[in-house]
Every structure is written in structure tokens, then in C-alpha cells.
């Protein structure tokens, strides 16, 4: 036997906490086995056998000829190369109705090859359902996974529909799994509009607000200025109980106290929604209308941790837990099956390239086919095994190598004008407070103490 | 000594790499009523009727 390369071990309380970043595992150590589980987890294996085999299950004490990063390259192979998914991101078109201070597409703007295509026709339209389905026959998969992106895809609601009845068809046809969402600014999304979504099989959509009005509406005004706050808090109020609503929050370090004020907010109204902290990023160097001040990443990372524990005391059953699943790659654009397809049929992998039309990987032809070209090849080449800073990580297995925006699209392809100011993961800076988080948590929900 | 998270094994892990993302909400330590008794999570999502469908094709 040897001992895991990839232990956390976090001092709580008079006890400790012991991940394990291979399988997840989470074990709470009390004080009177503190001692001998520390012996345990140093390489001293003479401790008592309910010790030794809690450590065993959790992965903390593995066999010695266990190679982890094997494991770790192997989930990484497997899910980079399989056929259950198929992906398809739809920028349903290039067009907002919001002029948002921070808007990374429309930095981009510049450096973006003019695009005449800012809508689906209806002929593209047919040609992605033909593409989809080819491929659904081809690659047999179990999961059609459809998101609905833009611009506003809201602005595109009767095409948003045509397509997603029609996936909504052809999955039953295929007998595959459809799962789908929408990416909206939630100004559009009516109690109408969501039982629409809904009756198509979109059930979920992810909208954003970025605080109280004081902040929403000075960081994401309509095209003409005017607030958007209350239309779009009124609308989300009205559609949770049709359809699932995570709430992005985009942060600055000047809207945190109004980012907690909107958590308390929606508690009073019973507005149950699944929470997405995000910092606030602007490209440095490109123009920007966005003046408050940036977070940086080491930050953010304090922030999001204060934040969900006012989600807690708001919400006292929101579910949390970042642990329950294993993350084999950072990003499903690398997935040999994702795709993120332009009113254009050109075929892109990451959401950050919609816009920019720079670096596609190929194009869905008129007639349903499908062109891929040698771009694809650098992105299904892409190893975070390769990266010596990542791989020296201590969250490495959790994070798997993080965004690979800048090492893929500025480094390698050389496709992108400019870097984004972080790949990593708040993780990095904020994994013992969150596992303490989760474990606090956990430990009074099952009633272990107060 | 208690586990917070259990430890999630490949076969969990290969189970739920079919649901895209976060099916069954939190599967780990408190599953909220299992539709298939063989299915380590499976709760269906308010939304997704369709969802025991899914449970049914991994236990094929």
C-alpha cells in the first residue's frame, strides 16, 4: 500500500477534514483519531484497521502499483473521446438587445471578421437538424445536449422553438436523451415565453443579474440605456415555478454588498434559484465601457465563499455540493462531440469565439454536411498532462488543467487577439474554506452537532 | 470517522458521465427517493418527467 499523492488534509475544529481529489472523498476525522490517521496518511500503516479501511475506501491509501495520473489521463481519454454526448452550442444569433459595460463580444468586435450571417435562415436552420441528425446516426450517442446561446437567443424565440421541437423529435425518434437549456439575459423570459421553452424541452435557463439595481442595471442597461432590473427580477419571480433558474451573478469588487443585498432579496420573495458566481473580466488593453473595480481571481475566491454562506443563511436547504461529481476534463469543448455552430453553419469549440469568427474548426454545409478542418485536430491534441505548472497544482485533479482558451486559442492556434487575464479556478485560493463549507454544512444537516 | 462526500468510483462515475452535468441534483449522501432501486441516484428532476426513461436505458 502507499499513500495518495492527491490528500488534502484541513485542521477543523479539534478534528481534520481529509479529501481525497481522486474519488471525492470526503472523510471527517474526529479528534481521538487525529493522531494515528495523521500516522496514516505520512506512510505508517500500524494504525487500527477501521482506520486503515476508511482510508482504503476513500482512496487516501491506494495499492502501490496505482499510477493516479493513469487514472487521471485515462477518465481525461475517455471522456474526451466519447460518443455518449453529442453537444451542439447554437449562437442563435450575433444580435443583444443589452449593451453590458463588460461585454466580452463586444470587445472583440475589432478583431472580428466581418460576418454577414448574424441570424439562422431558415436553410441553415434545416442544414444543422440534417447535420445533427447524420451525426446522431453515426456516432450513435445517448445524450443530445443542445444549449441555445447568442447574442440574446431570446431575440430568435420562434427559431429557438423550431429547432428544439425538432430535437425534441428527433430524440424520440432516436431514442436518445434531449437535454437542453438557454443562456439569456432573462429580459425576454416571460411566463409566456418559459411555457413555450419548456413545452420544447428547454427546462432550464441560465439568466443574469448582477446584483441589486443600483448594479444591474449601471452594468446591463438595454441598447438604449434604460434599466432592465425589474423586468427581468419580475420575470424570473414569475417563471421558477415553470422551469429551472440558475442565477449568473457576475461580481465586481464594488457590488458585493448589492450581490448580497439580491440574495436576501429573492429569500423574502421565495424566489428559489440555483446560484453561479462569476467575477466580472475585462480584457486589459481593449476597450472596455466597464470603469468599477476588478476582483482578482485570489479575491474572488474569499468573495464566492461569503457569498454562499449568505445563500445558506437565506436558503437554509440550497444544495451544495462541488464535490458530487468528478470533473474529468475543465471543458466540454474538448469533447471530440461538442460543437459551438454560427448563424453561418461554421463550427467552433469554445463560447468565447462566438463573435470573433476567427477560428472555426468547421463548417456545417447547406446540405446537411459536415467539413471539419485541421483546427479540430489541436484541440482533441490537447493535454493538460502536458502543462508542468498545472500538473504541480494542488487542485489539479479537481480543476484538470483549467481554461484553455489562452493555451489553445492565443498560444497555439494563434487565432485570438488577446489572452483572457485567468485560466484558473477560484478553487485554487478557496479549496479549504469551501470542503469547510461543505463539511459545516453537511455535518448539520445530518445532525451531528448543534 | 464519517464521510461527508463518499468516495465515487469509476462505475458511479462512467453511470453518471450519461446525465450531462448535475441530473439528480446531489446524489452523494442524501438522494432524495430513488425511481430505480438499482440506480445509485436517478431522482428525477421536477422538470424532466422523462427522467425515469434514463434510468431504465443505464440499467438495460
Known amino acids: 500500500m502507499k499513500v495518495s499523492e492527491w490528500n488534502i488534509c484541513i485542521p477543523y475544529n479539534k478534528g481534520e477534514i481529509l479529501l481525497n481529489e481522486i474519488t471525492n472523498a470526503i472523510l471527517y476525522v474526529e479528534d481521538e483519531n487525529v493522531e494515528e490517521a495523521n500516522r496514516a496518511i505520512n506512510g505508517d500503516f500500524q494504525v487500527k484497521n477501521e482506520i486503515i479501511n476508511s482510508l482504503i475506501q476513500g482512496g487516501f491509501i491506494i495499492p502501490d502499483d496505482f499510477d493516479e495520473t493513469d487514472r487521471l489521463k485515462s477518465r481525461f481519454n475517455a471522456y474526451k473521446f466519447s460518443s455518449k454526448f453529442l453537444r451542439f452550442t447554437i449562437a442563435l444569433t450575433l444580435d443583444c438587445n443589452f449593451s453590458c459595460q463588460y461585454c466580452y463580444q463586444s470587445q472583440l468586435v475589432p478583431f472580428a471578421r466581418p460576418n454577414t450571417h448574424k441570424r439562422f435562415d431558415e436553410e441553415m436552420l434545416r442544414a444543422v437538424l440534417t447535420a445533427t441528425e447524420n451525426l446522431i446516426k453515426s456516432e450513435r450517442p445517448h445524450v443530445l445536449s443542445i444549449t441555445y446561446y447568442g447574442g440574446e437567443p431570446l431575440l430568435e424565440l420562434k427559431k429557438l422553438l423550431e429547432f428544439s421541437n425538432a430535437y425534441k423529435k428527433m430524440s424520440k425518434d432516436y431514442d436518445l436523451r434531449y437535454t437542453s437549456f438557454v443562456v439569456t439575459n432573462g429580459y425576454l423570459l416571460t411566463k409566456n415565453v418559459a411555457k413555450k421553452l419548456v413545452q420544447s424541452g428547454v427546462n432550464s435557463a441560465l439568466v443574469t443579474l448582477d446584483g441589486t439595481q443600483e448594479f444591474h442595471d449601471k452594468y446591463r442597461p438595454l441598447k438604449d440605456g434604460s434599466g432592465t432590473f425589474e423586468t427581468i427580477y419580475r420575470n424570473i419571480k414569475e417563471v421558477t415555478e415553470i422551469m429551472d433558474i440558475t442565477l449568473r451573478i457576475n461580481i465586481s469588487k464594488d457590488s458585493v454588498g448589492s450581490v448580497k443585498k439580491l440574495i436576501r432579496r429573492l429569500a423574502a420573495d421565495g424566489v428559489k434559484v440555483d446560484f453561479d458566481f462569476q467575477m466580472i473580466e475585462v480584457v486589459p488593453g481593449l476597450p472596455s465601457n466597464f470603469h468599477d473595480g476588478l476582483l482578482t481571481l485570489e479575491e474572488f475566491a474569499k468573495v464566492e465563499v461569503d457569498l454562499y454562506k449568505e445563500v445558506f443563511k437565506c436558503f437554509p436547504n440550497y444544495e451544495f455540493n462541488p464535490f458530487s461529481e468528478i470533473r474529468p476534463a475543465r471543458c466540454d469543448a474538448l469533447c471530440k462531440n461538442s460543437f459551438v455552430v454560427e448563424p453561418d453553419g461554421k463550427l467552433y469549440k469554445c463560447w468565447g469565439e462566438v463573435g470573433s469568427s476567427r477560428a472555426n474548426v468547421g463548417k456545417i454545409n447547406l446540405n446537411g454536411s459536415i467539413s471539419l478542418n485541421h483546427r479540430l485536430d489541436t484541440w482533441l491534441a490537447y493535454s493538460p498532462f502536458e502543462d508542468e505548472e498545472c500538473k504541480r497544482c494542488k487542485i489539479f485533479p479537481l480543476c484538470m488543467g483549467g481554461c484553455v482558451f489562452n493555451s489553445l486559442l492565443f498560444e497555439k492556434l494563434h487565432v485570438s487577439p488577446i489572452k483572457k487575464p485567468y485560466r484558473c479556478i477560484p478553487l485554487r485560493y478557496n479549496l479549504e474554506a469551501i470542503v469547510k463549507l461543505f463539511t459545516e454544512r453537511r455535518r448539520c444537516q445530518n445532525g451531528f452537532h448543534k | ?60
Open chain 2, 1 to 60: 470517522m464519517d464521510f461527508i462526500n463518499n468516495p465515487i468510483t469509476e462505475k458511479e462515475m462512467n453511470y453518471f458521465s450519461l446525465c450531462d452535468g448535475n441530473p439528480c441534483g446531489d446524489y452523494n449522501n442524501v438522494c432524495g427517493g430513488c425511481v430505480n432501486k438499482d440506480c445509485p441516484g436517478g431522482v428525477p428532476r421536477k422538470h424532466e418527467p422523462e427522467w425515469p426513461w434514463h434510468c431504465a436505458q443505464v440499467n438495460k
